[in-house]
């Protein structure tokens, strides 16, 4: 198993997802003689996983069953340990593709953070790309380290632990792209300058205050970025349900209305006998958006070093 390669079956060292069921997940290590509670009895890793296939049902101790998934980036970021703040997918697609990352890529990020998008750079910019990633936190920077070598990505990525608005990201006039998620972006965006190719590149500054993106941007102008550019992207998720609607009862007249009724040939109309539409429910299917909405995370600053 690796964070950028498929493997089939589930192996003893594995960082594996344990799928309960919709929206209940969490991340596994598989360890020969280990065992995880659920609520659905114990898993026993030498007998149920180690050997399996990835995407097996597993049946626990106490007959339920779960589904145990190959990690992705995508699938660490919900269910990674929160160290800190973290962006989720919908930043990070845009992000990646705003940055016009491949394979082969050469990326700077700061900070660290608890790894949620330097998984995602990673897998994008592997297996010939790099990245150079800076937390000024030491713990962090450690647990980051620890992780992209559980993950089997080491050989993809360098943390350095320093400050990026004193110290830069470490190399210079390497990088096609520099991600910043820090507070105070405008006092590293000289050093991103110094890490982007001489040739030019892309810059994404991540802040949750306007206050925050003014200054980026400021400091974007003043270094001589072209294409300055600030969006958020906000993402709105459907539950697909089946709707039940009582038919009005509008009395004689219309009843004998043949312009109005329920579609008789939809196998979903219900409790209508014979051509009377005005009795029972009809049903069908919709996409029903669901109450909470995700809201702001973020203003995502993106600008061109040409
Ligand atoms: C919001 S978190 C980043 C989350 C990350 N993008 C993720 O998806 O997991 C911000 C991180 O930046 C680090 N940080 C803040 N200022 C920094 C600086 N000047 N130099 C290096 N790291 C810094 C913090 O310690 C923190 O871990």
Redesign the pocket.
């Given at each position: 198993m690796s964070f950028i390669e498929y493997g089939d079956t589930i192996k003893d060292g594995d960082t594996a997802i344990v799928f309960l069921g919709h929206e209940s997940m969490f991340p596994m290590k598989v360890q020969h003689g280990s065992v995880t509670q659920t609520k659905y009895g114990v898993i026993r890793h030498s007998t149920d996983l180690i050997g399996k296939k990835y995407g097996s049902k597993v049946t626990c101790s106490k007959g339920g069953w779960v589904f145990i998934l190959h990690p992705t980036p995508e699938l660490w970021t919900v269910n990674l340990p929160h160290?800190?703040?973290?962006?989720y997918s919908t930043d990070i697609s845009v992000i990646t593709m705003m940055l016009e990352l491949k394979p082969g890529s050469i990326v700077c990020?700061?900070?660290?953070?608890?790894?949620?998008?330097?998984h995602a750079l990673i897998r994008t910019v592997a297996p010939t790309g790099h990245l150079y990633t800076?937390?000024?936190?030491q713990q962090?920077a450690e647990k980051a380290r620890e992780e992209f070598r559980e993950h089997g990505v080491e050989h993809l990525v360098t943390v350095t632990n320093?400050?990026?608005?004193?110290s830069g990201f470490g190399v210079s006039g390497v990088a096609d792209a520099v991600f910043l998620?820090?507070?105070?972006p405008w006092?590293?965006i000289g050093h991103a300058k110094a890490a982007l190719k001489a040739e030019g590149g892309r810059i994404c500054s991540?802040s949750p205050c306007i206050e925050q993106v003014q200054r980026t941007c400021l400091a974007m102008e003043e270094h001589g970025f072209t294409e300055i550019n600030t969006l958020e992207i906000l993402l709105r998720v459907y539950n697909v349900r089946t709707i039940s609607l009582q038919i009005p009862d509008l009395g004689k007249a219309s009843e004998d209305n043949s312009s109005f009724g329920s579609d008789s040939s939809n196998p979903s109309s219900q409790g209508s006998p014979g051509n009377n539409p005005q009795q029972g429910t009809v049903q069908f299917k919709s996409a029903v958006p669901l109450r909470e909405m995700v809201g702001h995370t973020g203003y995502l600053t993106f600008a061109t070093k040409s």
């Open positions: 160290r800190t703040q973290i962006l990020e700061s900070g660290t953070g608890s790894g949620s998008l330097s800076v937390e000024f936190h962090r320093q400050d990026v608005c004193q998620d820090i507070p105070s006092e590293a991540f």
